[in-house]
């Protein structure tokens, strides 16, 4: 009998019956910390497999990739790729959980991290795993339960915490940057380092982050000085990139030209052909949509009026954006995907989809979203419910009356937040919340170490650049190699500085109080009462399976937070005021 090493270190529980087919997912970064070794991952769920009776197929392993995105991780792409052949999308919720029951399968992976760190991607594969009917199981007793109403609930809290961090640490970078996009002629700093500038007029000195439009380059210039480690005298000369039109290659004369033809109504392809700008026709999109072309620059939500000099006549641009506008009201006539149907998805009732009837016994029909339009002098808007059945056999089989949707949304959110949603159940939530702080400090060190490293690789290559442009001058192929370093450096001190913030000390690390655990309640409660109905319907879907009405009373069933999903628990809703619409 092979000795039990790891068993006692991760989770007792199983979500998965015995028997259930399971494939594995292991990932280290290269570090020296055995714990995490692809081989210790790989025993821990051997054993945890062989202790609960489930039938592991197949191990998926990346070793020493220190990517934070999943392009690189070899593995994980073969793992996704195989799973997405072997199960379909299943997008109605009961035959989803049917087919769970019926055919379960699971993904188990040392921690739910090693599926991806950045929040939009990892929660993209997870929503895509969930929604095929696989189970995501994580050895180590943090967040993920192996529930899927939960962990999605887990995930969109701690993950919109870690957003409100990261946007709140890239405020002071984005004003850096936007200060340097704002810099004009007339700059004191600047003057005093370009005395001989050309113009003094107040005009945009056209600096702009990132690669140059086509049609433009970027032209080096001095702005002032900087503090710069290892360096003397006051700090290094500060150096940044501005645009400038490129006459050079013909591309201002070549743009100018396509946009000419396309005013004069001519197609994609043939301006393709005499312009040769981009390798593709989808290319141009972009192209003919920015405002760049007449002189403006859009940047950081701000429109800067005269950026540049101007390529083309406002009036060209315009005529442009009133063609694409038209073509695009074209397309919306198309037809769509039946689950995606616009009536479903835009939907400005709440509780859309989710509401039945139940007047005729023994049988629940769906209930339409419907309106009584206002009248002058006579009656106000009304939006209600009305039984499908009761609709389409004209009120002979099903006398259900008409349920005013008010009503019934403010009986529905009352009844979460009174009922479901109460510091009890969320106060488990939290505990682990804080728990997985201390648990993400590994993954962070690890990326932080790799940062630094490369960060010092590309540093001493600027030091190196800027001593050979002191000994024998710039010359273009010195410029461009020391912008793109300039550009990696900056990109790296700015993640470098994220990551840091990211990492907390036990002591950072305290118990959630009762008020903030209220906080979150009220900001629940705000989120379903508001006005962004989108927001609401997702929060909605989070812990509502579907809502039964019947005369005055009705029945909520929900699944949040217990965790057995093939069970729908009722909590019973009144004072729905139904209403016969004179």
């Keep these: 009998m092979v000795r039990e090493r790891y068993l006692h270190l991760v989770r007792r529980?199983?979500?998965?019956?015995?028997?259930?087919?399971?494939?594995?997912?292991?990932?280290?970064?290269?570090?020296?910390?055995?714990?995490?070794?692809?081989?210790?991952?790989?025993?821990?769920?051997?054993?945890?497999?062989?202790?609960?009776?489930?039938?592991?197929?197949?191990?998926?392993?990346?070793?020493?990739?220190?990517?934070?995105?999943?392009?690189?991780?070899?593995?994980?792409?073969?793992?996704?790729?195989?799973l997405f052949l072997r199960f379909k999308q299943i997008r109605n919720l009961n035959k989803r959980?049917?087919?769970?029951?019926?055919?379960?399968?699971?993904?188990?992976?040392?921690?739910?991290?090693?599926?991806?760190?950045?929040?939009?991607?990892?929660?993209?594969?997870?929503?895509?795993?969930?929604?095929?009917?696989?189970?995501?199981?994580?050895?180590?007793p943090t967040l993920e339960t192996g529930d899927a109403t939960l962990d999605a609930l887990f995930e969109m809290v701690q993950q919109h915490q870690d957003e409100q961090l990261l946007e709140e640490i890239s405020d002071s970078s984005r004003r850096g940057l936007a200060d340097l996009v704002s810099l004009r002629d007339t700059d004191a700093t600047f003057r005093l380092h370009n005395p001989d500038w050309a113009t003094h007029d107040g005009r945009y000195l056209g600096i702009m982050p990132g690669p140059a439009p086509m049609g433009f380059k970027k032209e080096r210039i001095l702005i002032?000085?900087?503090?710069?480690?290892?360096?003397q005298h006051g700090g290094e000369k500060h150096f940044v990139q501005r645009l400038v039109p490129d006459h050079e290659n013909q591309l201002w004369e070549?743009?100018?030209?396509?946009?000419?033809?396309?005013t004069e109504g001519l197609g994609i392809k043939a301006i393709m052909e005499a312009t040769r700008l981009y390798p593709s026709v989808s290319s141009y999109d972009h192209f003919f949509t920015n405002r760049i072309y007449i002189g403006d620059r859009m940047y950081g939500g701000l429109l800067y009026k005269q950026f540049v000099p101007a390529m083309i006549p406002h009036e060209w641009w315009e005529l442009e954006q009133q063609r694409r506008r038209e073509r695009a009201a074209k397309q919306e006539q198309r037809t769509v995907d039946p689950m995606y149907e616009p009536r479903?998805?835009?939907?400005?009732?709440?509780?859309?989809?989710?509401?039945?009837?139940?007047?005729?016994?023994?049988?629940?029909?769906?209930?339409?979203?419907?309106?009584?339009?206002?009248?002058?002098?006579?009656?106000?808007?009304?939006?209600?419910?009305?039984?499908?059945?009761?609709?389409?056999s004209r009120e002979r089989d099903c006398q259900a009356a008409r349920v005013g949707a008010a009503a019934l949304d403010q009986a529905v959110i009352d009844t979460l937040m009174d009922e479901v949603l109460t510091k009890e159940h969320l106060r488990p939530i939290a505990e682990a919340l804080a728990g997985s702080l201390l648990a993400r400090n590994d993954d962070v060190n690890e990326r932080i170490m790799a940062v630094e490293g490369r960060l010092n690789d590309i540093q001493k290559s600027i030091e190196q650049l800027l001593d050979a442009v002191e000994k024998m001058g710039l010359s273009t192929s010195l410029q461009g190699r020391l912008q793109e370093r300039e550009t990696e450096e900056r990109k790296l001190?700015?993640?470098?500085?994220?990551?840091?913030?990211?990492?907390?000390?036990?002591?950072?690390?305290?118990?959630?109080?009762?008020?903030?655990?209220?906080?979150?309640?009220r900001s629940i409660r705000t989120a379903l009462n508001g006005e962004d109905i989108d927001?609401?319907?997702?929060?909605?879907?989070?812990?509502?399976?579907?809502?039964?009405?019947?005369?005055?009373?009705?029945?909520?069933?929900?699944?949040?937070p217990l965790s057995d999903l093939s069970r729908l628990h009722p909590l019973t809703l009144t004072g729905l005021e139904p209403v016969f619409w004179p």
């Design 344 to 392: 479903r998805v835009s939907s400005r009732h709440l509780l859309s989809g989710l509401v039945f009837c139940g007047a005729v016994a023994g049988h629940e029909h769906p209930m339409n979203a419907d309106t009584v339009p206002a009248k002058a002098g006579k009656r106000t808007r009304w939006d209600f419910y009305i039984c499908t059945h009761k609709k389409n």
């Design 535 to 560: 927001l609401a319907r997702t929060a909605i879907r989070q812990f509502v399976a579907k809502i039964v009405v019947n005369g005055k009373a009705g029945t909520l069933y929900y699944t949040f």
């Design 13 to 82: 529980d199983c979500p998965l019956p015995a028997g259930t087919h399971v494939v594995a997912y292991c990932r280290d970064s290269g570090g020296e910390e055995q714990d995490r070794s692809i081989q210790q991952q790989a025993q821990a769920i051997q054993e945890y497999c062989d202790h609960h009776a489930l039938v592991l197929e197949h191990v998926y392993t990346d070793e020493a990739k220190l990517s934070s995105n999943t392009e690189k991780r070899d593995a994980l792409n073969r793992l996704l790729s195989d």
């Design 97 to 140: 959980r049917a087919h769970m029951k019926a055919f379960p399968f699971g993904l188990i992976v040392w921690k739910s991290n090693r599926l991806g760190r950045d929040s939009v991607e990892t929660t993209y594969i997870k929503a895509d795993l969930r929604i095929r009917g696989i189970t995501i199981l994580s050895l180590l």
């Design 493 to 521: 001190i700015a993640e470098l500085v994220n990551l840091q913030e990211l990492l907390v000390t036990p002591k950072e690390v305290t118990q959630v109080s009762e008020q903030q655990i209220e906080d979150w309640l």
């Design 254 to 262: 070549r743009c100018h030209l396509a946009w000419k033809m396309r």
């Design 224 to 231: 002032g000085l900087r503090e710069r480690k290892g360096r």
